[in-house]
Nanobody, 120 residues
Framework: QVQLVESGGGLVQAGGSLRLSCAAS????????MGWFRQAPGKEREFVVV????????YYLDSVKGRFTISRDNAKNTVYLQMNSLKPEDTAVYYC?????????????WGQGTQVTVSS
């Protein structure tokens, strides 16, 4: 059974930082690209960032470039999202997701999400 478990969310003031973690189990982690998505109240879920299975490439949503950094530790089956200079518009539930490296399109597995709230 595949599980993706996010942690690290919380309440932070604008300009602050948070580090999200996503621990994966039940899959061969190194075979999967890992992504972070977010969904704000009343809005559709949006892509934030993805890191390829080997950590060789990353792609960011324009609005988070320079502020967010994704990384992964394949030995620990964990992907991280370091979020700096947070803004109120970053408030959302953040989800991690896994997509097999040989497939395109939809992600295969999703976590339950972790709430990030940025106060102004």
């Amino acid at each position: 059974q595949v599980q993706l478990v996010e942690s690290g969310g919380g309440l932070v003031q604008a300009g602050g930082s948070l580090r999200l973690s996503c621990a994966a189990s039940g899959l061969t982690f190194i075979r999967y690209d890992m992504g972070w998505f977010r969904q704000a109240p009343g809005k559709e879920r949006e892509f934030v960032v993805v890191i390829r299975w080997n950590g060789g490439s990353t792609y960011y949503l324009d609005s988070v470039k320079g502020r967010f950094t994704i990384s992964r530790d394949n030995a620990k089956n964990t992907v991280y999202l370091q979020m700096n200079s947070l803004k109120p518009e970053d408030t959302a539930v953040y989800y991690c997701a896994a997509k097999h490296k040989l497939t395109t399109g939809e992600y295969d597995y999703w976590g339950q999400g972790t709430q990030v709230t940025v106060s102004s």
